[in-house]
C-alpha cells in the first residue's frame, strides 16, 4: 500500500509523541502506534520527561532511543531560558499557566514543588515544539507527561490528546485531575470499553463525544509467528514486569499446588522487574527451582518464541488495562488464563478462547492450568484459533492505525 492511499487526504500532520519515560520494555504498543503513523507520512517527534530505568535490550527499542528527545536530559542552561522567556516574552500565557499549576499541584498528592518542575519541563518542551514546528501533541497515560502537554497548551503551544490506560489514572483519578485534563485536551483515546466507560465517570457528559476508542495493537511479526501447539508441550509462560499487582507470587502459589497433585509442568516468567528478589525467595521455599525458569529483560523476537513454546499464557494480574501480552499470546496460537479485571474480559472469554479465573483466587487459577493442561490438543487449537480471529479483528495495527489516523485529522484541523 503506497503512502497516498494510507492517507487518502494528502494532509501531513506533524505531531509529537509525549510520555514520561521512552522506550521502554513494556511500551512495544506506543512504538508500533507511532511507527503506523509515519509509514502514512505524518512526521512523529519523539519526547520523553526522562529515560527509562531499564536499558533497552531490544534492537528496535534502541534505535527508538536514539531518536528520542529526553527532556530532563537538556541542558540546564536550556530549562533556564526557556522559563524566562515565557514569563517576560508572554506573561500573561505564563500566569495562565502558573495558575493552573498551583491548582493541579494543591490537588494532587505530589505537591506545588513537583507540579513547577512540569512547568519548568512544560516551558522546555515548547521551546523544542516550535523549533520543530510541532502542530499537536498526543500522550500515552494521564498521569504527569499529560499534566505538562496540558501546561504546553497554556503557555500557548499546540494543542493535546491523551491515551488512557489505567489503572494508574483511575486509580488517582482525582490527584491527576483527569477531568481537567480531558476538558482541556483535543480529544482522548481509550484502550478498551470498560477504559471508556471509567472516562466518562470523571468528566462531564457534554465532554463524552470527545472520548474515542483506539485499541493497543500487536505486530504482524506475531501473527507470521504462529505455530501448532506441541501436543506434549506442558510449559505455562507468563509474560509481564515482576511486580505486585501481576500476580507472580499468586501463580507461583498456585503453580506448587499444580504439582503437589501430581501434574508434570514448567512455568517460564518471561520479565524483570522491582519483584524478582521475593519471587526468587518463593521459588526457593516452595522447592520450584527445577520448575520455574526467570527471564530477565528479553526482546520482542524472543517474547514471541517463550510464548509459542509454551501450551498457554498465564496472567493472573490484579490491576491492568488491556495487557499486550495477551493479544501477542492469541497472534501466536496460544489460549489464554487471565483474571476478570477491567478490559481482560473483552478479549479473553472464557469456555471460547482461554479461561479467566478471579483475580488472587489460587484455588480457581490451579482448576484452569489443570484444565489446560488435560485439554486435548485440538480443544486447544480451536480456542487458540478464536483468540487470533478475535485479536486480528480488534488488535490489528494497521486496522487501528486507520482509527486514530481519522481521529487525528478531524481534531488537529479544527482544535
Known sequence: MSMREKNPKGVILKLAYLTTTYPSVSHTFIRRELREIEQRGHTVLRLAIRRPDDVPVDPLDKEESARTIHCLMQPFRLHVVSLLRMIFLRPLRFWDAFTLTITMGLRSDRGVLRHFAYLVEACTLLHI??????????????????????????????????TVHGPTEFDSAIAFDLRGKITDAAFVVAITDFCSAQLRRWCDPEEWSKIHIVHCTVGDDFFNAAEPITPGAR???????????????????????????????????????????????????????????????????EVRQYIASSRALVLPSFAEGLPMVIMEAYAVGR??????????????????????????????????????????????????????????????TATEGDRLEEILLRYVDVF
Open 129 to 162: 515544539l516550535r523549533q520543530h514546528g510541532i502542530e499537536h501533541i498526543h500522550v500515552h497515560f494521564g498521569t504527569n507527561s499529560a499534566t505538562v502537554a496540558r501546561l504546553i497548551r497554556r503557555c500557548g503551544g499546540p494543542g493535546y490528546s491523551f
Open 235 to 301: 510449559t505455562f509462560s507468563c509474560v509481564g514486569r515482576l511486580t505486585p499487582q501481576k500476580g507472580q507470587l499468586v501463580l507461583l502459589e498456585a503453580f506448587a499446588q499444580l504439582l503437589e497433585k501430581d501434574h508434570a509442568a514448567r512455568l517460564v516468567l518471561v520479565g524483570d522487574g522491582e519483584l524478582r528478589p521475593v519471587i526468587e525467595e518463593k521459588i526457593a521455599a516452595k522447592g520450584l527451582e527445577k520448575n520455574v525458569t526467570i527471564t530477565g529483560y528479553v526482546t520482542e523476537k
Open 335 to 396: 489460549p489464554v488464563i487471565s483474571t476478570y479485571v477491567a478490559g481482560i474480559p473483552e478479549l479473553v472469554r472464557p469456555g471460547e478462547n482461554g479461561w479467566l479465573v478471579p483475580a488472587g483466587n489460587v484455588e480457581h487459577l490451579v482448576a484452569a492450568m489443570v484444565d489446560a493442561l488435560e485439554a486435548p490438543p485440538e480443544r486447544l487449537a480451536e480456542m487458540a484459533a478464536q483468540g487470533r480471529d478475535l485479536t486480528y479483528l480488534k488488535h490489528r
